[in-house]
């Protein structure tokens, strides 16, 4: 009974032993079948996508034919941008000739009184050289310039807004600005609107005084009598109206109280502090 114990532990030791073996012999061969066929897996993978991406994504002929017409509609622009260069600058350099000419002509009109007689040689025309200075023959060819006559300014130019009669102000504003329809009211004791426009736009209504000219004859009657109402008043001390009273137009003049020699003491104005300038390090 011992022995055959014994006899099948050693039969099932060796039985695992030959069942491991075995198993690592089918995992070495599936790894390295693994590892086979990865390999040609991988250049099958890469040959086919090489193919697919040449042919759909990347396409070189596409790509050749496409650089190509970049390339050609580049030197087109190129051109174009040079011929509006050289337009530009030619506009530009026929602006500085024109501005220049101008310029000189105005120059020669304005300085024609340089130019030569028959008696006297002017600056340009100089009796030392052969020919006159350019500058002599633009003086010929150029007229003097005539002086601006100075405009005469009318006596009734003064006159407010230029109305030859006054008798109803200009309407500035013909009609009130239209308040958009989706226009919120704003919160709070504010006033209508259309009220504020009104009140904003309100005609000029200049007074009486404003309206008639200054040499209409009732302001010439008036002018005799305002010499007379500087000349007739006793004294020159001016009436100050109720609005105004709070106003210092005359100087302040202090009481007795506080213009005598007692007068009030200097207390919360004035510091009265214990000084000793011998102890003073500096002078100040």
Avoid at 115 to 120: G, R, V
Avoid at 160 to 180: A, H, N, R
Avoid at 255 to 263: C, E, H, T
Wanted: aromatic content about 16%.
């Amino acid at each position: 009974r011992y022995l055959s114990k014994m006899a099948t532990l050693i039969q099932k030791w060796w039985r695992g032993y030959l069942r491991r073996k075995n198993f690592r012999e089918v995992v070495e061969v599936e790894k390295y079948f693994l590892k086979f066929s990865n390999v040609y897996f991988l250049q099958i993978q890469k040959t086919w996508r090489g193919y697919y991406v040449r042919k759909y994504i990347h396409n070189f002929y596409a790509l050749k034919k496409y650089l190509k017409a970049v390339s050609v509609n580049n030197e087109l622009v190129r051109y174009e941008l040079q011929e509006y260069a050289e337009m530009k600058e030619n506009e530009e350099k026929m602006k500085d000739l024109e501005k220049k000419e101008k310029e000189k002509k105005y120059q020669a009109r304005k300085m024609h009184y340089l130019l030569s007689t028959e008696q006297i040689p002017g600056v340009y025309n100089s009796p030392f050289r052969k020919s006159p200075d350019p500058m002599e023959l633009l003086l010929r060819q150029s007229k003097p310039l005539t002086h601006r006559k100075q405009q005469v300014k009318s006596p009734f130019a003064d006159e407010l807004y230029g109305w030859p009669t006054c008798k109803e102000p200009p309407d500035f504003v013909t009609s009130l600005p239209v308040l958009p329809a989706d226009r919120q009211k704003p919160q709070g004791p504010f006033r209508d609107p259309a009220e504020v426009l009104q009140q904003r736009y309100k005609p000029v209504e200049p007074t009486l005084r404003v309206r008639e000219s200054m040499y209409s004859s009732p302001a010439k009657a008036r002018e005799p009598t305002g010499g007379e109402e500087w000349r007739n008043p006793i004294h020159d001390n001016q009436f100050l109206p109720f609005s105004s009273y709070h106003k210092n137009y005359e100087k302040y003049e202090p009481s007795l109280f506080k213009s005598g020699k007692y007068g009030q003491e200097a207390y919360g104005t004035k510091y009265f502090r214990e000084v000793y300038p011998k102890k003073w390090i500096a002078d100040k």
